[in-house]
């Protein structure tokens, strides 16, 4: 597994990103996908996660209701409403199961980390 986080940026309070994570091994459509996000000074904390088949996801609450994480081919995080507070790198990861929780334990395989930066 070898993934790959893209579409952070710079934006303002209230706009929009949309992240997606992509396996160039091709070899995690059968395992739970998650996004997780570290800010300076912070540790890594989940964000939300999908099984397998596209469904049973699960958010951090400070995300429920605006945040969206699918999949089809890549794994996709819809960020809507976005607010200072979300400013961090956001890492993909999967998992060596078809569903996973909020832990990090279970995870096994990171991708680099994309930054998403929101301004006040």
């Known amino acids: 597994v070898q993934l790959q986080a893209s579409g952070g940026g710079l934006v303002q309070a209230g706009a929009s990103l949309r992240l997606s994570c992509t396996d160039s091994?091709?070899?995690?459509?059968?395992?739970?996908v998650g996004w997780f996000r570290q800010a300076p000074g912070k540790e890594r904390e989940f964000v939300a996660t999908?099984?397998?088949?596209?469904r049973d996801p699960i958010y951090a609450d400070s995300v429920k209701g605006r945040f969206t994480i699918s999949r089809e081919n890549a794994v996709y995080l819809q960020m809507n409403n976005l607010k200072p507070e979300d400013t961090a790198v956001y890492y993909c990861?999967?998992?060596?199961?078809?569903?996973?929780?909020?832990?990090?334990?279970?995870?096994?395989?990171w991708g680099q980390g994309t930054q998403v930066t929101v301004s006040s």
């Open positions: 999908i099984g397998w088949r596209g």
């Open positions: 990861t999967s998992a060596r199961k078809s569903l996973a929780g909020r832990d990090r334990k279970d995870y096994a395989y």
């Open positions: 091994r091709r070899t995690f459509s059968n395992n739970a």
